[in-house]
């Protein structure tokens, strides 16, 4: 029922910058923590990027300073701002978010079929 659908993605050069979106539809109660991760082939899924439902952040320490994270919580969107951008940030990356929506009255976690993000010259 519950479906997250990302934005964004695409080809920047080093040290540009993207921003990517997630919206979250569905019969939605609730959000509570909405974040960002990224895949590599070869490489288990990391979090970039978390948020609270009251706006504190988490960061992880290879995007601290680089990346910033936000959302609406009236619109149900995330967003990751991604600046100074490195080949080593290419990846796919995934919304995720911690949801209570009906039929389901308790918390339920889902996932973005993702969006790729290409830095390369």
């Known amino acids: 029922q519950v479906q997250l659908v990302e934005s964004g993605g695409g080809l920047v050069q080093p040290g540009g910058s993207l921003r990517l979106s997630c919206a979250a539809s569905?019969?939605?109660?609730?959000?509570?923590?909405m974040g960002w991760y990224r895949q590599t082939p070869g490489k288990e899924r990391e979090l970039v990027a978390s948020?609270?439902?009251?706006?504190?952040?988490n960061y992880a320490d290879s995007v601290k300073d680089r990346f910033t994270i936000s959302r609406d919580n009236a619109k149900n969107t995330v967003s990751l701002q991604m600046n100074s951008l490195k080949p080593e940030d290419t990846a796919v990356y995934y919304c995720n978010a911690d949801v209570i929506a009906r039929p389901f009255y308790y918390a339920k976690s889902y996932w973005g079929k993702g969006t790729l993000v290409t830095v390369s010259l």
């Open positions: 948020i609270s439902h009251g706006g504190n952040t």
């Open positions: 569905g019969s939605i109660v609730s959000i509570n923590n």
